[in-house]
């Protein structure tokens, strides 16, 4: 009725719906209840975590800030506000293929057989390469995820789908994490069956590792991080020159998704903080 008063009466409107003009006199003067107030304050922190992190968060990922902030809330109250206040998340795209299996190639073993799971850092890495679009033209990215923390330990970028892509990024990852026997695991795109790579992990000391063909279960890390991306940054920018993609890539690896996205199978932590607390509790232990 108050929405509709300046097109209508109010004693019009009350008739038509069987209320009495003096009772919607009365609620209108009356002050707001203390859970209305409360849902007004939750409102406000609501609607700046959500700003912080991007305008990409949901329910869990929005109900982890405040909870971390000190909030004393149920997750389905968070989520009744949000759907209120029309606060949502950020879901998926489609795009081209960007893997192509050689037809004589012979793959590495599956070491790893759907089961991505590691105890500490560096014993099991991930691989993919995925699209960016621009109206300049496609740029290629390819990532080295660390399945412990979800961490991307290595990436790079390139207009081309050649082997020196995946080199690039498995190098970033050598270089930053030093690992001892980690196991690589990726499809088989040409890009990790080639010699150069193969050559390359034998340098490095790193187990090279293949799901089978045409199965996206194989490297289902691999892709959700991809999809992470498409729906939290790709779908949601159009770029104008492949520098201003590649800025844009490296602020959400490196100034978003490390350090501060938060991932439930995680507890809700970020890759970084998750990395931290682990190392604090191990030295701790040590002393």
């Known amino acids: 009725m108050k929405a509709n008063q300046a097109e ?98 012979r793959p590495w073993a599956d070491l790893v057989e759907r089961d991505f799971q590691a105890d500490g850092p560096n014993q099991l890495w991930v691989a993919d390469i995925t699209y960016v679009p621009t109206w300049a033209g496609f740029l290629y990215l390819a990532v080295v995820l660390d399945v412990w923390s979800r961490r991307i330990v290595g990436w790079s970028m390139a207009t081309h789908l050649r082997t020196e892509l995946v080199l690039d990024a498995l190098d970033m990852a050598v270089h930053q994490r030093r690992p001892q026997g980690v196991v690589h695991h990726s499809d088989q795109g040409t890009q990790y069956t080639s010699i150069a790579f193969g050559l390359r992990c034998k340098e490095v000391g790193v187990r090279p590792s293949m799901g089978t063909v045409g199965d996206c279960y194989d490297n289902a890390m691999a892709e959700s991080f991809f999809a992470t991306l498409e729906c939290e940054l790709l779908d949601l920018h159009r770029f104008r020159t492949q520098a201003e993609a590649k800025m844009a890539v490296f602020d959400f690896i490196e100034g978003f998704y490390n350090p501060r996205r938060r991932h439930s199978s995680i507890g809700q932590m970020s890759p970084v903080t998750f990395e931290r607390l682990h190392c604090a509790t191990c030295q701790a232990e040590a002393a």
Do not use: Q
């Not at 859970?35 to 700046?48: G, P, Q, Y």
């Not at 109250?77 to 029309?86: I, T």
């Open 8 to 105: 209508f009466p109010v004693r019009v409107m009350c008739r038509v719906l069987d209320l009495s003009p003096s009772g919607y006199y009365a609620w209108i003067r009356r002050p707001p209840s203390r859970r209305a107030k409360r849902d007004a304050e939750l409102v406000v922190k609501i609607r700046k975590a959500h700003n912080d992190n991007r305008r990409v968060y949901g329910r869990p990922r929005i109900y982890a800030e405040l909870k971390d902030e000190g909030e004393r809330i149920g997750e389905k109250r968070v989520g009744r506000l949000m759907k209120a206040e029309g606060i949502v998340g950020v879901s998926r795209r489609r795009g081209p293929t960007t893997t192509t299996r050689g037809k004589d190639v």
